[in-house]
């Protein structure tokens, strides 16, 4: 009988959210020493960071990823610019980005403005720092993942992403977890955590 193995993974920035790379560019064998059959469930762009699974179970690959379940996923985004209610309420609402060359209206997402965290660590290399221009924070939940949404979407009412992590998948969040940490669970509980915990 197979065993199923299930990673959390803190992604950093500047990583690939796989195991090779024809460039040499860093990837999750740079983290841990994973089994060979494990991948990551959904993905997070070399220069987002945030909350990764890696399993070898295939059931939970097709219930995280199918459109139909609708998983949701929290993102902290930090912006270009003081975003203002109005954006947020254009977020929340749903805004026209662009996928596949195509105009694509976003489902209704939560939305609101943050302070900065306290357990944020900084970023390497760090968000770049412009004096005349402040920056901001907006927590933002979604339960689809179009590629780049988030920073499409931001973009969409005047506010570009600058840093962007990923800090919930349904009931599993970073949780104190630091950059580049990776944390083996049971089945039971990742299960938990994503479904029974979570029901619509």
Do not use: C
């Not at 796989?18 to 040499?24: A, L, M």
């Not at 975003?83 to 596949?100: C, D, R, Y």
């Not at 924070?137 to 590629?147: M, Q, R, T």
């Amino acid at each position: 009988m197979k065993k199923y193995k299930y990673y959390l993974i803190y992604k950093p920035f500047g990583m690939l959210p796989q195991f090779s790379d024809n460039e040499g560019r860093p990837t999750l064998k740079d983290l841990y020493d994973f089994p060979k059959d494990v991948y990551s469930v959904g993905r997070l762009d070399m220069d987002s960071e945030g909350l990764l699974i890696l399993t070898n179970d295939k059931s939970l690959n097709h219930k995280l990823l199918h459109p139909s379940f609708k998983h949701d996923r929290e993102y902290l985004v930090q912006v270009d610019g003081d975003i203002t209610e109005e954006a947020i309420m254009q977020l929340a609402k749903g805004v026209v980005i662009s996928v596949n060359k195509k105009k694509h209206n976003t489902l209704p997402a939560k939305a609101r403005k943050k302070q900065e965290p306290n357990w944020l660590e900084e970023r390497n290399p760090p968000v770049r720092f412009r004096k005349s221009i402040p920056t901001s924070f907006v927590s933002l939940s979604l339960i689809e993942g179009k590629n780049r949404q988030v920073r499409k979407m931001t973009a969409s009412v005047g506010f570009p992403t600058l840093r962007l992590i990923r800090t919930r998948i349904e009931g599993i969040t970073l949780n104190g977890m630091k950059i580049g940490e990776v944390k083996e669970v049971n089945r039971n509980l990742i299960y938990k955590l994503l479904f029974e915990n979570n029901k619509k």
